[in-house]
């Protein structure tokens, strides 16, 4: 039974537009339950239920503006896990339930409106520092699964090398743990998750710029350290390869890449790359790839490139 002065659901939504994300925790927390209900109605017992409230409630964080009826944000929340779940049973391909953070822009820009500039980041940075509290191996899957253009489970297994299964069951761990942290420090002050994010697009940048120029400028060379190691696809079993001979060899056939997307979180990054192949080329490399970045005290430590599936 709820507290006779717990505040109803139209305060807790105007609170949580305004940019309050303790309201926010409090709202989701009470309609946890019927919206399980709504999932497993149209998905049954299991792992896709559980998967389309989590997706559902993170839609939920970055759309709190667009409920227009607070007294009825009850019934929003549960259409959104209704659409979640209806896209999950149209979809060939699983698709993220929250976009990355270039994706977090404002609808209106306008200098009139700061309260929606001051909601969305505040959402941003809330979302992105319960991200950091996750160990390594849950944030991985979480980043690829909910910030990448590296989305279904598929894509997902290949580039961490791990089953399917593996990757669902880190996906639950990761929303859960990412659930009870959001509604831990939802009345806490967060830092700017832009700021890492910009750093490492200057970094993705420069480094592709240093390497069709042939040079490595001093802050270039110290984030490629001599340990650093090229894993994966790319690799050689049994034989220690460092990144910078590997992009050498890249270029010089001709292969060029484009910076396209960037996810970044402490010790884990993400860069997204277009891929443009030498005219008449009888190899060509494909259209996308990915690094993916191990970080120690800012140096990369090991970096796997991963080629996802073609759309």
């Not at 443009?276 to 140096?299: E, H, I, K, S, Y």
Request: net charge neutral.
């Amino acid at each position: 039974m709820a507290p006779i002065n717990a505040p109803t659901d139209e305060e807790l939504t105007r609170r949580a537009q305004a940019g309050e994300t303790g309201a926010l925790g409090l709202l989701l927390a009470r309609h946890q339950a019927p919206m399980r209900a709504v999932a497993m109605s149209l998905l049954g017992y299991g792992p896709d239920a559980e998967d389309a409230v989590q997706d559902a409630a993170l839609t939920a964080l970055r759309r709190i503006g667009d409920v227009r009826d607070p007294a009825a944000v009850g019934a929003w929340l549960r259409a959104v896990v209704r659409n979640t779940s209806r896209m999950r049973l149209r979809a060939t391909q699983e698709t993220p339930g929250l976009d990355g953070l270039d994706h977090l822009h404002l609808r209106d820009h306008d200098p009139s409106h700061p309260e929606r500039f001051i909601e969305q980041h505040a959402m941003r940075d809330w979302i992105w520092d319960a991200v950091e509290e996750l160990p390594p191996q849950l944030r991985l899957v979480l980043m690829l699964r909910h910030f990448s253009g590296i989305t279904s489970y598929q894509e997902i297994a290949a580039a961490c090398e791990v089953p399917v299964g593996t990757v669902r069951s880190r996906l639950n761990q990761a929303r859960g743990k990412m659930a009870r942290v959001l509604l831990s420090t939802a009345t806490q002050t967060h830092g700017d998750a832009s700021v890492l994010t910009e750093e490492s697009r200057h970094e993705a940048v420069a480094t592709l710029r240093a390497s069709e120029d042939g040079t490595l400028p001093r802050e270039i060379s110290e984030l490629w350290p001599t340990e650093t190691e090229l894993i994966g696809t790319l690799s050689r079993p049994g034989e220690r390869i460092h990144p910078v001979p590997v992009m050498r060899q890249i270029l010089e056939a001709g292969v060029r890449q484009h910076l396209r997307h960037v996810v970044a979180s402490r010790d884990i990054t993400i860069w997204e790359m277009d891929v443009t192949n030498p005219v008449g080329a009888v190899n060509p490399c494909p259209p996308t790839l990915a690094w993916l970045m191990f970080r120690q005290n800012g140096r990369v430590q090991r970096l796997r490139v991963v080629f996802p599936c073609p759309p």
